[in-house]
């Protein structure tokens, strides 16, 4: 009687025991990545080290990725859409200088985690996802963790003009063309990121700035400087 | 006594084995088209060459156990044959069920895709394997009369070819292998025997009804979720309007509320974006159903800077060459030219354009000014004295975001300098051509495009070729103009004032100061300038210098997409890491996996067999040098002279398919003939001399006879092609028969060796082939194919050095 008592005991134990090992090693795998993949590289932004710290990635990541939430590289989640690399999430989201009381809209949810990085920083983020099925797993996870981040299933051609103006704009579902009503809702002095590259491969950031009076300029930012040759020593 | 008498108890043989073979090539054949559909052409190119190594696996079986396959091949064969079909019919289906659906973009990042991509493997190996074992086990049991054997294979194989291309371009693919399997299953009942009839006729039956079902369904096939069309599929409200098989191609047409068409747009312009449908070919985008509408008096392409020469002065002669996109033809009307003439090498979509979607297109491919021509660019330029147009335009490079050098390996004879010579040609005195890129980084297509247009520029006599070239950057594309006569100063002012008023940057103006190049866009590795204006100024440093392959393309290595130069992969692997830098330049990665990967398993296959054979004394070297060297050699041939007739004729799928079968049924008939010739030593050399002369004419004359004649009427140049593939490729024909009649009587247990060795061999020439094209260039891959037809003139020629017979103790020795 006792043996079974303590082992009716034991198996919960054990599975809360597991679970906290579990997440304390998610909890060390997500600091080794802040340390290494983005502090390393020279992302300085505390607000953003701190979210990136905060928001557990492996939740955004399909089941079979889970166990390759923290490398340093994109994973696939399905439809064609990827989890961007950790670097490149927290390079976007510096470079869009996310402050408190900020509201951000981002084209294409995807995983959710770009939001969820954002929702960590910013008063508002607003999201959209085209592709149902993405929008509504990203919704699901998002709502449970956040109660800032606003999650829409649409064309995010339209934007979001009800919320407009926005700070800043993520455009992670980038196209061959930057919607007009994506610029109309930036902000004067506002910033829109847009990563440029192939399903698994950043190639560049492209910067869009709107000036005081409209103007619209262009920056692209390279996440990996391309040294053209090598000579022999 | 005819060539083919004496054998009337073989005849029902004969006839199966070309009917096997026709099924084995256009299996083949479907296979490199389904796989391009569901993947990309490269990826497609991985898998078969791993199944076609069913050939050599096929040689070792038999020369492991020659006897005993031998003893039953009288059941064996039908069933083997059988069996290939059966598996012709459901492998493709089998690879599309999840558990064994890959993707190969996914095999950088899961490493668990290897082991599917393994399981694919299996799955396409097997048809192969069973159908060239039956094959084998003919040619080997019947070396003596091997002439007529393998007239039938090849005969058979070129007809196949032929079937194929009747399929394709007119039932759905993935109905293509549920036909093709039965003719393999006919072969085999055609030589139905009693032993084994049970087991052989249940196979039939699971044959026949699995191609009934399959035939049936009406499911489309699902590609991989990072090709464009799965892509605009998940869009909202995404339909598929029109669908037709082709044999460019299967094309679709996707309708989507979603699907926009407005290529790196001004960040100014603030109406509305067109919805488009897109159009896809094998579910890559080929481009747009555009809308021409005479009343408009805009289109969407004058706000980016693809309408940079049309802004410049009016354009009235219009040449637009492998304009597949049919935005830019609408554009072109929209400044009411005189003509238009438009080269679409798919006619398909020509048709489709000028029925299914006419009134949809504004009846646009019905234009009375406009003339359009179904055959390649460079043909064209080629067969046409010339025009005076004012302005060439040529398909836009690159895809947003980057291809992941998805096209390095497709020929772009529109791309070469030769071809940019000829286009200069065709211009008047104020022409100009145009191209436009999408931006990519580290920085290539645009590089090399510069690269092209200057040397094209000096080619010409220009002196200053910056006089003559004006380059437009917006925050995605670059436009590039080259002018015949120096850019006027009105146009360089109606530039400046184009430029400024879409946000967009000269890049390169004769007058252009340094500050005005990132107004609106600044470029964030500003050395993209300083390589601008080395290639310029004509420093050829460089291209030796630069990590990737900026040297222009040339007819001899016409990949203008491929950039990855080898021997900086190392560093590349530094930059990017090994994960990211498969993306970067995919497809030649693809084709060098494949040659490592063709070449480790056919030296298993080539050299398991030496396990029995060491038993043997006699030598092995000269089966070796002589059934590889063929291998090499016959493959090699075949790949030139595809490349250089899809140049002549202008028509690839035509081109390609009167190659192979005009090579094949020439083959077919010099083995025929070799059957009525003694096999000795002499004449296997003398006819290796015959075809290694015939090679060094191609070597030193292909070129100019094409090039002399490229302009000539079709029916001679049919002609022409009848003889200069026919006459080599009937020598060529005799010689794998000769080999292995000597071989029969020299050792008949190194037979089956030959046959793997040549099959196994067969296989790696393909992608080292295209390796060596690549780097080194087509004349380099004709040399050789010289050099392996000596090897094998040469084995002979000294036979008793390579074929040693062990000595035999004789009493004089004593």
Known sequence: MSKQLLFSLMFPILLILSIDVYADDQERARNSMVRQQIQARGIGHQATLDAMRNVPRHLYVPFPQRRNAYDDRPLPIGYGQTISQPYIVAFMTEIVDPKPDDKMLEIGTGSGYQAAVLAEIIEEVYTIEIIRPLGEQAKRILDVQYDNVYVKIADGYHGWAEHAPFDAIVVTAAAEYIPPPLVEQLKEGGRMIIPVGSPFQVQQLMLVEKGKDGEISTRSLMPVRFVPFERER | ?814
């Open chain 2, 1 to 814: 006594m005819g060539l083919i008498s004496g054998h009337k108890g073989n005849i029902r043989q004969i006839f199966s084995l070309g009917l096997h073979s026709a099924a084995i090539i256009a299996f083949q054949l479907a296979l490199m088209q389904l796989i391009s559909i569901v993947q990309w052409h490269h990826f497609a190119y991985m898998i078969i060459s791993v199944a076609m190594l069913g050939f050599g696996a096929s040689g070792t079986l038999l020369a492991l156990a020659r006897e005993r396959l031998i003893r039953s091949s009288s059941w064996l064969v039908p069933i083997l044959m059988t069996i290939s079909g059966f598996f012709m019919i459901v492998s493709f289906e089998i690879t599309r069920l999840d558990f064994f659906s890959f993707d190969v973009f996914l095999l950088f990042v899961d490493r668990s895709q290897f082991l599917i991509l393994a399981a694919n493997y299996l799955i396409y190996f097997v048809p192969f394997f069973s159908g060239a074992l039956a094959i084998g086990i003919l040619f080997i049991k019947h070396s003596r009369q091997i002439g007529t054997y393998y007239f039938s294979n090849l005969l058979g194989s070129g007809i196949g070819g032929l079937f194929f291309l009747l399929l394709f371009g007119n039932i759905m693919p993935q109905h293509v292998p549920a036909v093709i399997g039965l003719l393999s299953v006919v072969a085999g009942l055609i030589s139905l025997v009693k032993r084994k009839a049970l087991l052989h006729l249940a196979i039939v039956l699971l044959a026949v009804v699995s191609s009934f079902l399959l035939m049936r369904t009406q499911d489309r096939i699902s590609v991989s979720q990072y090709k464009s069309l799965a892509r605009a599929l998940n869009l909202p409200d995404a339909e598929i309007m029109h669908r037709q098989p082709s044999i460019h191609g299967l094309i679709e047409v996707v309708s989507s509320p979603a699907l926009r068409f407005a290529p790196a747009l001004s960040l100014n312009f603030t109406g509305e974006v067109p919805v488009k449908k897109n159009v896809f070919v094998n579910a890559d985008f080929f481009g747009v159903v555009p809308h021409f509408d005479v009343k408009a008096d805009s289109h969407i392409l004058d706000h980016t800077t693809q309408a940079l020469p049309w802004i410049m002065q009016g354009r009235n002669k219009v040449l637009m060459l492998n304009a597949g996109e049919g935005a830019p033809l609408a554009h072109a009307f929209a400044y009411n030219p005189e003509r238009v003439d438009v080269v679409i090498p798919n006619s398909s979509f020509v048709e489709m354009m000028q029925q299914e979607f006419a009134e949809e297109s504004g009846n646009l491919f019905l234009h009375e000014e406009l003339q359009i021509y179904a055959i390649e660019a460079r043909n064209f330029l080629a067969s046409k004295p010339p025009q005076g147009y004012d302005i060439i335009v040529l398909p836009q490079q690159g895809t947003f975001g980057g291809a992941a050098g998805i096209n390095a390996l497709r020929e772009s004879y529109e791309m070469t300098l030769e071809s940019f010579d000829l286009m200069w040609n065709h211009l008047d005195q104020d022409g100009v051509i145009t191209i436009t890129t999408w931006i990519d980084y580290p920085s290539r297509a645009s590089l090399k495009i510069l690269a092209t247009l200057v040397q094209t520029a000096k080619n010409k006599g220009v002196a200053d070729p910056s006089a003559h070239i004006a380059a437009l950057r917006s925050w995605g594309n670059v436009t590039f103009v080259l002018k015949k006569s120096p850019l006027s100063p009105e146009e360089i002012k109606n530039i400046r004032g184009f430029a400024s008023s879409k946000f967009f940057d000269p890049l390169l103006l004769p007058d252009l100061q340094k500050e005005e190049r990132q107004q609106f866009n600044v470029v964030g590795d500003q050395s993209f300038f300083q390589y601008i204006d080395q290639i310029m100024t004509g420093d050829e440093e460089i291209f030796s210098d630069y990590g990737f392959v900026i040297r222009p393309a040339t007819d001899d290595k016409p990949y203008f997409s491929q950039f990855l130069r080898l021997s900086q992969l190392r560093h590349l692997n530094e930059i990017f890491g090994g994960d990211q830098l498969p993306f970067l330049e995919l497809g030649y990665l693809i084709v060098v996996i494949t040659l490592v990967q063709s070449t480790l398993l056919a030296l298993i296959f080539i050299i398991l067999p030496l396990l029995r054979l060491r038993k043997s004394q006699k030598g092995k070297t000269g089966t070796l040098l002589y059934f590889g060297a063929l291998g090499i050699g016959y493959m090699f041939v075949e790949i030139i002279l595809i490349q250089r007739f899809v140049l002549y004729f202008g028509h690839p799928v035509f081109s390609i398919a009167a190659v192979i079968s005009t090579m094949l049924i020439a083959s077919g008939m010099g083995s025929l003939t070799s059957g009525k010739l003694p096999a000795t030593a002499k004449t296997t050399a003398f006819f290796g001399l015959i075809v290694t002369l015939f090679l060094t004419g191609y070597l030193l004359l292909l070129t100019p006879v094409m090039q002399g004649t490229i302009a000539s009427p079709v029916s001679l140049k049919i002609l022409i092609s009848l003889l200069l593939i026919g006459i080599p490729s009937f020598f060529k024909g005799m010689m794998f028969p000769l080999g292995i009649r000597y071989l029969s009587d020299y050792d008949v247990s190194q037979v089956p060796w030959a046959w793997g060795i040549n099959g196994s061999v067969s296989v790696i020439s393909t992608s080292l082939a295209m390796l060596i094209a690549v780097e080194a260039g087509f004349m380099v891959v004709m040399g050789i194919a010289v050099v392996c037809y000596s090897i094998a003139f040469l084995t002979f020629l000294f036979h008793n050095l390579f074929f040693r017979k062990p000595h035999v103790m004789t009493g004089l020795d004593l």
